[in-house]
């Protein structure tokens, strides 16, 4: 099948998946006017952001709630994306109206809503001897996002002391953990669980996690945590029809091989089936350690670009439960969306449990009919479990054993929630299927089944992580392995940052 | 404040400090092999034993078509997709595994000489002890759920529908596990009760399985039921029905009609659990098909795809009661470049783009909610009611 290779031949850029970060990228690059190629390698678009069918039963894959989309008066980050790209028009986002209920072995249980000052002053109300520590947790959060915002609005370009004299916040969190802001605001242990409760949206305890990314994460979703009707699969499916609308071309079932080179720059691409594409530059939404060590060939990688890929953790993965239950709310005791239960107020010993396949002590319980009714058919409910699970674990279990495994761990989380919340629910399961981290891995192919990427820890802050620049000239990474971590809107930024860096590029004439 | 930007700066340090001490890594992906075991995709069997398991159903003996590659495990209830080439047309057809998913040396399918068969008549003729066949990995939600299903258990079985049940059978009675199983297996005549002589023997071994078998079209000579499998067979055989779990496999008729029979003992929805409806005999018997469109009715199926780089367009002839999958695979042979797995629309490997047009897909069948917005659709259960255009880049 080789070609004669010729310029016409050669498209300008391909991105590589179709996942948030090959979205992000690809639509950025086709509203800027550019001719996209976006290749993915299974038949639907959206990576993780997909929806699959059980029954009658259609499950949405992995969001909980999407931030950074803001509305006309308070538009964030991700709203003129999507209203350039139609997608405001073509979905309608439902707002939970808790943030979360969280529930702890000994009876405590309280919800959680989403409002801002609702928020705080529920903690406040909670915990009254602490109402010191929580205005300056407060202060401290809302300083860092103001940071964040003005990173943002600079585009990259903010120097580092402007950023130092302005929001001096943003870069004093950049080398603390959670703990570290939480030691100077609370002393209350089971307050530290309660406004550490979403730490699993980061993949790792407040002892080991960056404060920027739960700062971000915690004050992004409060007010403006959102869902799209026709779940997460509607939001990639909408991106890829206007993708194509301005132009793009996507193409389904084409696994990528191997990205080509010539003169130690990017010059295509290979597919499974040997077909050969030609182009200019890469955006891979690959993750960075499969896009460099086997994509590309291996003389051109330097040593020490191997190492700042392989130096940093690889970050946690986690273990799903998907049911669709033959009940209404009522006899299923279940009525929030977002539930957490934990069997311990040490976030630690939570996350030493996630190492292991076992029972675990931080499970989420998410009951999506409670912000959007007909999610599942009339008279049905929707109810994924999560639990985070390190994909290491998995890589020890022999293929035989591996069905086996997957039931046990997946009866564990059911037990865990007939224990603290609906007893009878094995009595109205209707369907009932679990992912583990092969799972993820199968449809990602992100190493150990990573949901965030890299462990979101001080080592790999968002100022410290790797960023868009690829191995080689030409070839540039998203998702959120990189530059600003996992989850919906970091990703699909990720990749509209990887498009950024490829058309600044392209100005001055380096691509 | 200065503590704070120290703290980060030697975070900063201690990261370059990290990259450089390592040792230069090599490729290492921990999942990778544990995952290519169990869902290798495509794999290659090779046919190594054949048997007459009836007079018109064969057994087929399959090991790994290339010798240094291992079977992936399965559930016991799980299917392959078995893919042949007959005259120019590549199609892919789903048999379940009979063989038990304790051992990995072999799957084994029963395969039946169907009347108006077009890939089954052709396996059973001319499948031949060495031959090679493609077919996908395991596949198929319909196994024994130790999550939901208890520990009682009633299999509704008609004919060839045996098959998954064989290989769950096997799988409890070799591991002992606490279950109690009622098997209700219905066919038309004695000849055609497959693996009637081990299904006595697990019975008359095992205090937790019972066996009946209910003859429709039975000779004079049957002592044994005769009939349909109704709620007043199902009743008396198996006792209370409340705390039992049923499984069914047959075909649409039978599908049917043991639905309204379970309804009628008030067995809910989600303690029922049944194989793939498979497509149906004949289309214009389901529910929902237009009256106005009769079985010869022709339609204009136009398709552009992708050969080999090139952008090509073509215009076929589509029969209306035909899915739309068939009538690609005759039509556009080996240029076909479309996946297929259950052809019941339930495993989402052929989702294809329909440009414009209207089809009718059985009631059954459940796609995800934006595809039909956005005109995806599964074509080996859809039927074009008008003239349609596909999207097969």
């Known amino acids: 099948m080789e070609k004669e290779i010729t310029d016409n031949d050669q498209l300008p850029i391909v991105v590589i998946g179709a996942g948030l970060g090959g979205l992000g990228a690809g639509c950025q690059l086709a509203l800027a006017g550019e001719k996209v190629l976006l290749l993915e390698k299974h038949n639907v678009p959206g990576g993780f952001a997909t929806s699959f069918v059980r029954g009658r039963f259609e499950f949405e894959g992995a969001l909980h709630v999407l931030a950074e989309v803001g509305d006309e008066e308070n538009p964030l980050s991700l709203y003129d994306f999507f209203k350039d790209l139609g997608v405001l028009n073509k979905i309608e986002f439902k707002k939970p109206h808790d943030l979360y209920r969280s529930i702890f072995y000994d009876g405590f249980d309280e919800t959680l809503p989403n409002d801002t000052a609702e928020y705080f002053d529920k903690l406040i109300e909670l915990f009254p001897h602490e109402k010191k520590g929580i205005k300056k947790f407060k202060k401290i959060a809302f300083k860092v996002r ?135 530059a890469v955006i891979s939404n690959v993750n960075p350690i499969c896009t460099t060590m086997k994509m590309l060939p291996e003389n051109l990688i330097s040593d020490t670009y191997k190492k700042k890929l392989y130096a940093p953790d690889i970050g946690t993965s986690v273990f799903t439960v998907y049911l669709g239950l033959n009940a209404s709310a009522n006899e299923l005791g279940i009525n929030n969306f977002e539930i957490f239960l934990n069997s311990t107020d040490n976030l630690e010993e939570q996350y030493i449990s996630s190492l292991r396949i076992e029972k675990p002590k931080y499970l989420l319980a998410s009951c999506y009919n409670v912000m959007y009714e007909n999610i599942s058919p009339p008279g049905t409910r929707q109810v994924t479990l999560t639990a985070l699970q390190d994909g290491k674990a998995w890589h020890t279990i022999s293929p035989d054993q591996y069905h086996q495994k997957k039931d046990e761990m997946a009866d564990q989380m059911i037990k865990m929630l007939e224990e603290f919340l609906s007893p009878n629910i094995r009595n109205y399961i209707e369907v009932a299927e679990a992912a583990t981290p092969l799972t993820y891995y199968r449809y990602s192919k992100s190493m150990n089944g990573a949901i965030y990427g890299y462990k979101q820890d001080i080592l790999d802050s968002p100022m410290l992580r790797l960023n868009s620049k690829g191995a080689i000239p030409g070839l540039y990474l998203a998702g959120a392995w990189v530059n600003l971590g996992g989850g919906y809107s970091t990703s699909l930024t990720s990749g509209r940052m990887a498009a950024a860096m490829y058309l600044e590029e392209k100005e001055q004439g380096r691509v | 404040m200065f503590k704070d930007l120290k703290k980060f700066s030697y975070a900063r340090k201690l990261k370059h400090w990290r990259d450089e001490v390592q040792e230069t890594p090599d490729y290492y992906d921990g999942l990778e092999n544990l995952h290519d075991r169990l869902h290798p995709g495509k794999i290659w069997l090779q046919v190594s034993d054949i048997k007459n398991l009836s007079h018109d159903t064969k057994l087929f003996r399959l090991v790994p078509g290339r010798t240094s590659k291992l079977l992936s495990p399965f559930r016991a209830g799980q299917y392959i997709g078995v893919t042949v080439e007959i005259n120019g047309v590549r199609t892919t057809r789903p048999y379940s595994i009979i063989s038990s998913p304790n051992q990995h040396a072999y799957y084994e ?278 003239d349609v255009y596909l999207d097969l880049t």
């Open chain 1, 146 to 280: 103001a940071g964040f915002q003005y990173v943002a609005e600079k585009e990259g370009k903010a120097s580092p002391m402007g950023i130092l004299f302005k929001h001096p916040y943003l870069a004093r969190v950049g080398g603390l953990t959670l703990k570290d802001v939480f030691d100077r605001c609370f002393k209350d242990q089971r307050l530290r669980a309660v406004v550490a409760q979403i730490w699993g949206y980061d993949g790792l305890p407040p002892s080991r996690l960056n404060a920027m990314y739960y700062i971000l994460t915690l004050v992004a979703l409060l007010d403006d945590a959102v869902f799209p009707v026709g779940r997460s699969h509607a939001l990639s499916n909408t991106m890829i029809e206007s993708f194509e609308g301005l132009k793009g071309k996507i193409k389904y079932n084409a696994l990528v091989n191997k990205i080509l080179t010539k003169d130690g720059k990017v010059s295509g691409v290979e597919l499974l089936n040997g077909e050969k594409i030609l182009c200019k």
């Open chain 2, 109 to 386: 399918l029963g395969i039946r000489k169907k009347e108006g068969g077009f890939v089954s008549i052709h396996l059973y003729n001319n499948l031949k002890v060495g031959d090679t066949i493609e077919c996908t990995e395991p596949l198929g939600e319909f196994y024994y759920n130790r999550l939901f299903h208890g520990k009682n258990l009633v299999f509704i079985a008609g004919g060839c529908g045996i098959t998954p049940f064989i290989s769950i059978l096997r799988d409890i009675s070799e591991r002992l596990l606490p279950i109690n199983i009622w098997l209700l297996f219905g066919c038309l005549t004695e000849k055609d009760i497959l693996f009637k002589e081990e299904l006595e023997d697990l019975q008359a071994r095992r205090s937790n399985f019972k066996f009946d078998c209910i003859l429709s079209e039975a000779s004079s000579e049957w002592k044994g039921e005769c009939g349909f499998i109704t709620q007043d067979k199902i009743k008396n055989f198996v006792g209370n029905v409340s705390d039992k779990f049923f499984y069914v496999v047959g075909n649409r008729d039978m599908y049917e009609f043991i639905f309204r029979e379970l309804e009628n003992l008030n067995i809910p929805k989600h303690h029922i659990t049944y194989e793939a409806y498979g497509t149906p005999d004949d289309i214009t018997k389901v529910i929902g098909w237009p009256s106005d469109i009769n079985r010869s009715k022709k339609v204009k199926m136009s398709v552009i795809y992708n050969d080999a780089g090139l952008m090509e367009e073509r215009i076929f002839d589509a029969l209306c009661i035909e899915p739309i999958l068939n009538t690609l695979e005759r039509e556009m042979g080996l240029k076909l470049n479309v996946e297929s797995g259950c052809r019941s629309g339930k495993c989402a490997l052929c989702r294809t783009k329909l440009i414009s047009g209207k089809i009718f897909i059985p009631p059954e069948v459940t796609i995800r909610e934006v595809d039909q917005k956005f005109g995806y659709i599964h074509p080996c259960v859809s039927y074009p009611i008008t």
